[in-house]
């Protein structure tokens, strides 16, 4: 029995923004991570991906915290335990706060992931904090072009049918949308990663 | 069966639920159905990489780092500690975030309307990583409480706000460190929120050997991460 236990978790608070986006929201802070991902450099398709944070009574939630993690356009995660390496400059992160957008979106400008795996769909991992949930909680967001890798995705298909659509994001030009709701019917897939 | 491709699930007897009543935020935003099992690819086992060359050199030091004319206000402190995984193994180059409010309660975000006086010396916010050994360190000025609109009189008990990245991104922790002996513990239900047996673990212990003679209290914070689970090969020696 280890004497180390998990320190629990709390919530990111109301007041996160000068501290972990200061960038974005004009704080004189240099910020580790922004939803501008890509730079020119970085081989692979762009895109953006956007959306909102729907509380249970359908509003939209201006004080959300959406970080993303997500492969390069070949699939390989800028990690050591990914030994195939990847991307020059791309380190597959973003943070972004809701409260700078006049709709309370979020809005990630990178590229398109490839799948890490065989029989792996192309995906972002997405960790969702705000006021008001006090342990931090994992979703996806996969790419509704993709239909074929998204039916044949493990994560995906262990995902009750009838819920699946809240994890894919339509696209429309080169924009990618999808609301994360944090209740409801139609209530997004949190996964116990 | 050996197993180098796992990490140690997040354990639901230390994390507070999604949704705790008593805090009113957690009604209307934590969700309601199950979480749904994943089984742990390249996804969760990586996350981002940050070390020593993300930092500035006062980014540690709260006390300096947003000063304008003068030194902030209040009592200097050191926050200081290491962060390790469930085996007590150290774990280096852990990136740590924190923000704050200054010594009279007020955060300089936007947002924050409490009637106390902003410190023109003083922004709140800081970063760190961890040594060989797991360790970092941190001087600041100790938090002031704060009321928010939670219910009657309610008051948050001293605190700073910490974001760790450890190495993947299951292992992602957002907290908050509280201080010993504060009153408003035992009536703040974000921290009430944490299951009982857990909640020490978010109350730093006072060290007069971290503590600076003629200059600042020393406070220890030890953080414990999810990390990769033993494996037999390395059980073996």
Redesign the interface.
Known sequence: MSQWKQTPSQTVGPYFAYGLTARQYNYPQTSIAEGAMAGEEVEGERIRVEGRVLDGDGAPIPDAMIEIWQADTRGRYAHPADPRGSNAGFTGFGRTGTGTDPKCRFVFDTIKPGAAAEGDAPHLNVIVFMRGLLTHVYTRIYFSDEADANAADPVLSAVPADRRNTLIADRDGNTYRLDIHMQGDNETVFFDV | MADGNSI????WA?????I?PD???????????P????????????????GHE?L?PLDNDLTKNGAKNGEALGERIVVTGRV?????RPQPNA?I???Q?NAAGR???E??RHDAPLDPNF???G?AVTDAEGRYRFYTIKPGAYPWPNHANAWRPNHI?L?LFGP???S?????MYFPGDPLLALDP??L???EG??N??VSDFSLDVTEEGFALGYVFD????GPRETPMEAGR
Do not use: C, M
Not at chain 2, 84 to 88: K, P, V, Y
Not at chain 2, 223 to 226: A, D, F, G, M
């Open positions: 140690t699930p997040r354990d230390a994390h507070p639920p999604l705790h805090y009113k935020s957690t009604v209307k935003r934590g969700p309601t159905k979480l749904v099992p994943i089984r742990h690819s390249l996804s969760e086992l990586t996350g981002p990489v940050y993300s500035a390790l995984d469930e085996l007590g990136l975030e924190i923000w409010a955060y300089v975000h947002n924050d922004f709140g916010g970063r706000h974001s993947a991104f299951a992602r922790l957002v907290t908050q974000i921290f929120g944490t299951p857990a909640r673990r978010l953080i414990v991460l999810r």
